[in-house]
């Protein structure tokens, strides 16, 4: 569909001022309950990218030499705003994105707790010290801010992704340039206004929209210290292959395929709502969305029944209009059409189908209805490959130890849970699969700020992750201080 002047064109901020561009290419903002066009995004130049970057080094070294208390008073005031204006955010994420109500509320929440864990940051870069290291020699460590940072997020979390990166990235004391997905570029635009309302000094938060030649010029460009990224596997490692090789520092987090394991002491209704949260939540469009099912034992055939009850009841619809939804749309006709064909091929490979999100869904929109399929097994494309959709995969391994052969095989890392009552079986499973977070009856064990979100495998590549003190680490390095002070020659002086 050709775009006219009617939709309006998403801003771009650089060096405290809002620029609207007028040329170039641009991109559709859909909302995706109904398919129709509510904005356009520009799609950006790396001449674009590099006006930021001489935005934000400029704007470097007066906010990297406030003390860290002040910065934190930015902070505080930001948590502040972000408080009153929090469900005004999360209807937003609603029309940009398609989730229910209750998902952008999560979304948005889950992006405040970071900027609460970033008021602390005066106590977070607190370094070490040693008296008397060596014969009149002391020691002690300090943590500084990089430079000028860069973050690329994904569509999936509007709020909660991009303020996994630069509220920590800024308290840290660098200055910041964000390329949110141009597929919903609203929310952040709006996060952004709310940071200039706080008291943030122009330049320090930048937003830069587009796509691979912005995303290239990030990663190549001489005045960017570190980059975050949020992504498909395929573009994470591409963004942490090309930004190391131009002497970046890189954490680059990717997709996944997450097992949920029910053993037969499981409470079974306890693990359906968590499975249907975690397989169907954001209509499976997240990296720790549960899609791979795996009942052991006599539980699998009652656990197949219930759990397709459930699914046959879920309720769906446009999430913009309506808080009385259960599931919503997929992002646009791009994903709607490649989830089908996913379901198509799996089909074609022989599965069964207990609950077929082809049909009955509503005609206006991109959606597709929650999907269960069984007689999975380990070799075939629907278990390796991210589908990133509404597509629950049923797998029926023979024991626990099975179980754990079958996961160990996937070639991504983000997260798995179980279900049971069983202290030794939970303790077997955390300890012997090959992954960075794993739920004990938790349908999606995504930690929270406190703590970093730590996938492995080909679901991460980097070596600190996003969140946490391993964030702290990540936008800072550590610089050592040794000190001596010669007593001999103190008394020489007299003193």
Same mark, same amino acid.
């Given at each position: 569909?050709?775009?006219?002047?009617?939709?309006?064109?998403?801003?771009?901020?650089?060096?405290?001022?809002?620029?609207?561009?007028?040329?170039?290419?641009?991109?559709?903002?859909?909302?995706?309950?109904?398919?129709?066009?509510?904005?356009?995004?520009?799609?950006?130049?790396?001449?674009?990218?590099?006006?930021?970057?001489?935005?934000?080094?400029?704007? @470097?070294?007066?906010?990297?030499?406030?003390?860290?208390?002040?910065?934190?008073?930015?902070?505080?005031?930001?948590?502040?705003?972000?408080?009153?204006?929090?469900?005004?955010?999360?209807?937003?994420?609603? %029309?940009?994105?398609?989730?229910?109500?209750?998902?952008?509320?999560?979304?948005?929440?889950?992006?405040?707790?970071?900027?609460?864990?970033?008021?602390?940051?005066?106590?977070?870069?607190?370094?070490?010290?040693?008296?008397?290291?060596?014969?009149?020699?002391?020691g002690i460590t300090m943590?500084?801010?990089?430079?000028?940072?860069?973050?690329?997020?994904?569509?999936?979390?509007?709020?909660?992704?991009?303020?996994?990166? @630069?509220?920590?990235? #800024?308290?840290?004391?660098?200055?910041?340039?964000?390329?949110?997905?141009?597929?919903?570029?609203?929310?952040? &635009?709006? +996060?952004?206004?709310?940071?200039?309302?706080?008291?943030?000094?122009?330049?320090?938060?930048?937003?830069? =929209?587009?796509?691979k030649e912005v995303v290239?010029?990030?990663?190549? =460009?001489?005045?960017?210290?570190?980059?975050?990224?949020?992504?498909?596997?395929?573009?994470?490692?591409?963004?942490?292959?090309?930004?190391?090789?131009?002497?970046?520092?890189?954490?680059?987090?990717?997709?996944?395929?997450?097992?949920?394991?029910?053993?037969?002491?499981?409470?079974?209704?306890?693990?359906?709502?968590?499975?249907?949260?975690?397989?169907?939540?954001?209509?499976?469009?997240?990296?720790?969305?549960?899609?791979? +099912?795996?009942?052991?034992?006599? %539980?699998?055939?009652?656990?197949?029944?219930?759990?397709? %009850?459930?699914?046959?009841?879920?309720?769906?619809?446009?999430?913009?209009?309506?808080?009385?939804?259960?599931?919503?749309?997929?992002?646009?006709?791009?994903?709607?059409?490649? #989830?089908?064909?996913?379901?198509?091929?799996?089909?074609?490979?022989?599965?069964?189908?207990?609950?077929?999100?082809?049909?009955?869904?509503?005609?206006?929109?991109?959606?597709?209805?929650?999907?269960? #399929?069984?007689?999975?097994?380990?070799?075939?494309?629907?278990?390796?490959?991210?589908? @990133?959709?509404?597509?629950?995969?049923?797998?029926?391994?023979?024991?626990?130890?099975?179980? %754990?052969?079958?996961?160990?095989?996937?070639?991504?890392?983000?997260?798995?849970?179980?279900?049971?009552?069983?202290?030794?079986?939970?303790?077997?499973?955390?300890?012997?699969?090959?992954?960075?977070?794993?739920?004990?009856?938790?349908?999606?064990?995504?930690?929270?700020?406190?703590?970093?979100?730590?996938?492995?495998?080909?679901? @991460?590549?980097?070596?600190?992750?996003?969140?946490?003190?391993?964030? &702290?680490?990540?936008f800072t390095r550590q610089?050592? &201080?040794?000190?001596?002070?010669?007593?001999?020659?103190?008394?020489?002086?007299?003193?």
């Amino acid at each position: 569909m050709d775009l006219t002047a009617d939709y309006e064109t998403v801003p771009m901020l650089i060096g405290g001022k809002w620029i609207s561009k007028t040329d170039g290419s641009f991109g559709n903002v859909y909302n995706p309950s109904t398919g129709e066009i509510i904005a356009r995004t520009p799609m950006g130049t790396a001449l674009d990218l590099d006006q930021a970057v001489q935005a934000a080094s400029a704007a @470097f070294p007066a906010w990297s030499q406030l003390p860290a208390p002040k910065r934190a008073d930015v902070l505080f005031r930001y948590r502040y705003l972000l408080e009153k204006e929090m469900e005004a955010i999360a209807r937003l994420i609603t %029309i940009e994105n398609g989730k229910t109500i209750e998902e952008a509320r999560g979304d948005i929440r889950r992006g405040f707790e970071v900027v609460e864990f970033a008021c602390g940051i005066a106590q977070l870069l607190k370094g070490e010290n040693l008296s008397q290291l060596a014969s009149q020699i002391d020691g002690i460590t300090m943590r500084e801010p990089l430079g000028v940072c860069a973050g690329i997020s994904p569509f999936n979390f509007p709020a909660m992704v991009p303020m996994w990166m @630069f509220p920590l990235a #800024i308290a840290c004391g660098n200055t910041f340039i964000l390329k949110p997905s141009e597929k919903v570029p609203l929310t952040a &635009v709006r +996060l952004a206004e709310m940071f200039q309302e706080a008291g943030l000094p122009d330049g320090v938060f930048n937003i830069v =929209h587009g796509g691979k030649e912005v995303v290239d010029a990030i990663c190549t =460009h001489p005045g960017i210290s570190a980059i975050s990224f949020v992504g498909s596997s395929h573009i994470a490692k591409y963004v942490y292959s090309l930004g190391t090789a131009h002497g970046k520092r890189v954490q680059a987090g990717g997709g996944a395929k997450n097992v949920q394991l029910v053993m037969p002491d499981a409470d079974p209704e306890s693990a359906i709502r968590a499975i249907t949260g975690a397989a169907f939540g954001c209509a499976g469009q997240r990296c720790m969305a549960g899609s791979l +099912l795996m009942g052991i034992g006599e %539980i699998a055939v009652p656990l197949k029944e219930r759990l397709s %009850i459930v699914m046959n009841s879920l309720k769906m619809g446009d999430t913009s209009a309506s808080d009385n939804i259960d599931m919503g749309p997929v992002i646009d006709d791009l994903a709607q059409n490649r #989830i089908l064909k996913c379901i198509d091929q799996a089909i074609e490979k022989g599965v069964g189908v207990v609950c077929d999100g082809r049909n009955n869904i509503p005609e206006k929109g991109f959606f597709v209805g929650p999907t269960l #399929i069984e007689q999975v097994l380990p070799e075939m494309p629907v278990f390796q490959e991210e589908i @990133f959709g509404p597509v629950l995969s049923m797998l029926s391994p023979k024991s626990l130890e099975e179980a %754990i052969d079958w996961l160990n095989r996937l070639p991504f890392g983000n997260g798995a849970t179980i279900y049971t009552t069983n202290g030794a079986a939970a303790r077997q499973f955390s300890q012997g699969v090959k992954c960075g977070m794993i739920g004990v009856n938790v349908g999606v064990p995504a930690p929270m700020a406190l703590f970093p979100f730590s996938g492995w495998n080909d679901s @991460f590549y980097g070596d600190l992750h996003l969140q946490g003190t391993e964030g &702290v680490m990540f936008f800072t390095r550590q610089k050592v &201080v040794l000190s001596r002070w010669d007593n001999n020659y103190q008394r020489s002086q007299g003193w």
